[in-house]
Structure formats: structure tokens, C-alpha cells
């Protein structure tokens, strides 16, 4: 089975979704594919989140994003 969009469908779900769940100021920490993070802080900047910041993983790639909800 492909994933659709190319593995971002779940993430854009997911973000999408999140601020339900969350308190204000609550966070949401996503592990990504490696040449998914670009799109990943697009879709939560969209989303409304902010702070977005991705942390590299030990091979220095860019592996988690994470973002605030206000």
C-alpha cells in the first residue's frame, strides 16, 4: 500500500486536527521523514501554530517538528 500524498496525507490529518486536543499554549510534536519538515512547518504555520521549530535527528537530519497552539 502507497501512502497518499507521498506519506504526508496522516500529518496533514493530524495537524489539522490537533487544536481540538490541545490547551491553549499546549504543544504538538510530530516525527516526520527527513525531507518532510519544510512541509510540516508550512502545514502547522497554516494550521495557526507558532514557535515552529525542527530538531535535527543523530544523522543531522531533520527528523521532529513541533509547534505551539495559542
Known amino acids: 500500500m502507497i501512502a497518499e500524498k507521498y506519506g504526508t ?7 489539522q ?3 481540538k486536543h490541545l490547551l ?3 504543544y504538538l510534536l ?3 521523514g527527513y525531507q518532510q519538515a519544510e512541509l510540516v512547518q508550512e502545514l502547522m504555520l497554516t494550521a495557526g501554530f507558532v514557535n515552529i521549530e ?7 537530519h531533520p527528523r ?5 497552539w495559542c
Request: zero cysteines; hydrophobic letters at 45%; a negative charge.
Open 54 to 60: 525542527t530538531q535535527l535527528d543523530l544523522a543531522s
Open 17 to 19: 486536527a490537533a487544536p
Open 9 to 15: 496525507a496522516d500529518l496533514e490529518n493530524i495537524i
Open 30 to 32: 510530530l516525527e516526520h
Open 24 to 26: 491553549q499554549n499546549g
Open 64 to 68: 521532529v517538528t513541533w509547534g505551539r
